[in-house]
């Protein structure tokens, strides 16, 4: 059975940091790429980051690109999304996806998901 697990979401103020985890099992971690998205209320929901299986690539949304950094721990099956300089518009449920496709950063049908996590920025 696959899972999906997120955390590390909280409360921080503008201008602080946090960093997700995403914790991975039922499938072989190295096969899939995996993203982070997010939804805010009255939102469409965003891609936020992606990173590849095969050579690390990754993706940023523009809104992002700059303060958030993706990465992959293949021994722990597990990906993290270190986000810094953290704004009061990132405030929204961040999601952890996989599979889903890079380059860009897209879910596809059939992808497994999380239950999300709260990240909000106070101003």
């Known amino acids: 059975e696959v899972q999906v697990v997120e955390s590390g979401g909280g409360l921080v103020q503008a201008g602080g940091s946090l960093r997700l985890s995403c914790a991975t099992s039922?499938?072989?971690?190295?096969?899939?790429?995996i993203g982070w998205f997010r939804q805010a209320p009255g939102k469409e929901r965003e891609g936020v980051s992606c990173i590849s299986s095969s050579d690390g690539t990754t993706y940023y949304a523009d809104s992002v690109r700059g303060r958030f950094t993706i990465s992959r721990d293949n021994a722990k099956n597990t990906v993290y999304l270190q986000m810094n300089s953290l704004k009061p518009e990132d405030t929204a449920v961040y999601h952890c996806?996989?599979?889903?496709?890079?380059?860009?950063?897209?879910?596809?049908?059939?992808?497994?998901w999380g239950q999300g996590t709260q990240v909000t920025v106070s101003s």
């Open positions: 039922g499938f072989t971690f190295g096969d899939w790429s």
């Open positions: 996806a996989a599979p889903v496709v890079v380059p860009g950063c897209y879910t596809i049908p059939g992808d497994y």
